[in-house]
């Protein structure tokens, strides 16, 4: 009787602790940043060059531990990681395509036009100032909105095309092309 | 706000960080998860009212008298501290990732409400990190153990663990502090003064780490049972953050490994202790960069 009343008085007092703990807890959402990148390994002996990268829009989110109330889509990055022997001054231009996986219809995010390989070394946003020859395609952006407002987010195939300029007098030109999409979630813990 | 309502409280945010830290197990904990979105130039302002109301509560109560003779003293406290939060900080100024205007926006600290949203590019917006804690006051309290006196000197030590399985971080706190009576150096003096030095270290998870360093002079009057005290305090807090941002950009710094101090350099304290015996009872008041009520009921000779 004794002990059970112990048990009792503690589980009450843990009930109280809980209480008043939860009190001081806001019921508001963490913000997470997530982020999705896909690679294309770009390899070419003339001037054109094209490669597609499928990609789970949703597995960004289904990684994010607690309850997700909402995804927004904010950034989209580019970097070329590696160019391997190529002369960092060779440039490329281009075009950055969506498509929707099982669907037809391509939509362009971005236009690249006589972008050097050095100029991306780092990360660049594509709405950055910093970097001439790069336009936003509006239509693109709200693609991609959409498709981390459906739910589930679906699987999208990425194409990046376009051609290369040597600047190195180099037989083939190989470089790595980092496309990243930064998104936030809001979780309810 | 009586004592009773500090001692509640303060076990109460003990509690609280646990659950903040590992609530659930293998899942998100949410203060950690809150930090580790916020970049190397916007979590000090998010954290830095954290820091004040901690660092205010860890350097305060540490005793209630400065009568330290060499008789020999043994005694445990319970401390209850409070530091009042106020609406200023509630709120900071932070910058948003690129590719949002690098113009500092007011948005929510970890003691505020909701985060601010900013326009960008093509319509896009980003949301600034949400409040998560919801406090009109800081309340904390710690256990301390005081041993002496030898040649008028005495110590304190202040100590508490917790270590779950391997999902749960660990919270551990330690303290130690020295006082010296100095009446001895003076002759007859109407009052008892002291002077004490203080380092606490307060680690939780794996990306919190906190240290305390303060040096006071005290005085203090008996009258009876009751002890009127008062004193000046230098303290130097500092918080380290370590961590890697959850996602990351170009423009920052994916590790982030962070050392912010504390606002709060000196303070006044003034307060009362009533010695009934083996039980002693006590409180004051401290006035700083933040303001402090703290009490404490000990046990001993």
């Known amino acids: ?189 | 706000m009586n004592i009773l309502t500090i001692y509640q409280k303060g076990a109460s945010l003990v509690f609280a960080l646990i659950v903040l830290f590992t609530y659930p197990l293998n899942a998100q904990n949410q203060l950690e998860d809150a930090i580790r979105q916020l970049s190397a130039d916007n979590v000090s302002g998010y954290m830095q009212p954290f820091l004040n109301g901690f660092s205010g509560n860890m350097n305060s109560g540490f005793s209630g008298s400065a009568k330290i003779d060499d008789k020999f003293t043994i005694r445990i406290d319970a401390i209850g501290m409070a530091t009042m939060i106020g609406s200023s900080e509630e709120v900071y100024n932070a910058v948003p990732p690129s590719p949002f205007a690098q113009q500092p926006v007011r948005t929510a600290t970890v003691f505020g409400d909701q985060g601010a949203v900013v326009q960008g590019p093509e319509g896009l917006s980003y949301k600034f990190q949400n409040g998560q804690l919801d406090m009109d006051y800081f309340p904390l309290v710690a256990p301390q153990l005081t041993i002496g006196n030898f040649y008028n000197t005495q110590l304190i030590f202040r100590f508490f663990t917790y270590s779950g399985d391997s999902d749960v971080p660990d919270i551990d706190m330690i303290g130690l502090g020295l006082r010296h009576g100095l009446n001895q150096y003076f002759g007859e003096l109407p009052v008892d003064i002291a002077a004490g030095v203080f380092f606490q270290s307060f680690k939780i998870g794996d990306i919190i780490n906190t240290n305390f360093f303060s040096v006071n002079g005290m005085a203090s009057k008996e009258f009876s049972l009751l002890t009127l005290y008062g004193g000046l305090q230098f303290e130097y807090s500092n918080m380290n953050l370590n961590y890697t941002l959850s996602s990351s950009s170009g423009d920052q710094e994916s590790e982030v490994d962070l050392s912010f101090s504390s606002d709060n350099y000196i303070r006044a304290m003034a307060g009362l202790n009533l010695n009934l015996g083996v039980v002693h009872i006590r409180t004051d008041f401290n006035l700083g960069k933040v303001s402090v009520l703290s009490a404490s009921i000990g046990f001993g000779i």
């Open chain 1, 1 to 189: 009787m004794k002990n059970q009343r112990k048990t009792l008085l503690g589980l009450l007092a843990v009930a109280l602790l809980y209480v008043s703990c939860d009190d001081m807890l806001r019921d508001n959402l963490v913000m997470l940043d997530a982020v999705s990148s896909f690679t294309y390994s770009i390899d070419t002996g003339d001037n054109n060059y094209s490669e597609t990268e499928r990609v789970n829009l949703q597995s960004v989110i289904d990684d994010i531990d607690g309850d997700v109330e909402d995804v927004s889509f904010f950034n989209i990055t580019m970097l070329v990681s590696d160019i391997y022997d190529s002369s960092p001054e060779t440039s490329f231009s281009g075009q950055l395509t969506a498509r929707q996986s099982g669907t037809n219809q391509s939509q362009a995010i971005v236009n690249f036009n006589n972008i050097k390989f050095e100029d991306f070394f780092t990360e660049q946003s594509i709405f950055s100032d910093d970097i001439e020859g790069i336009s936003v395609v509006s239509d693109g952006i709200s693609t991609l909105v959409d498709y981390y407002n459906q739910k589930p987010a679906p699987v999208v195939d990425f194409t990046v095309a376009g051609t290369v300029n040597r600047a190195g007098g180099e037989d083939r030109v190989a470089f790595d092309f980092e496309v990243r999409l930064y998104v936030q979630v809001a979780t309810d813990p």
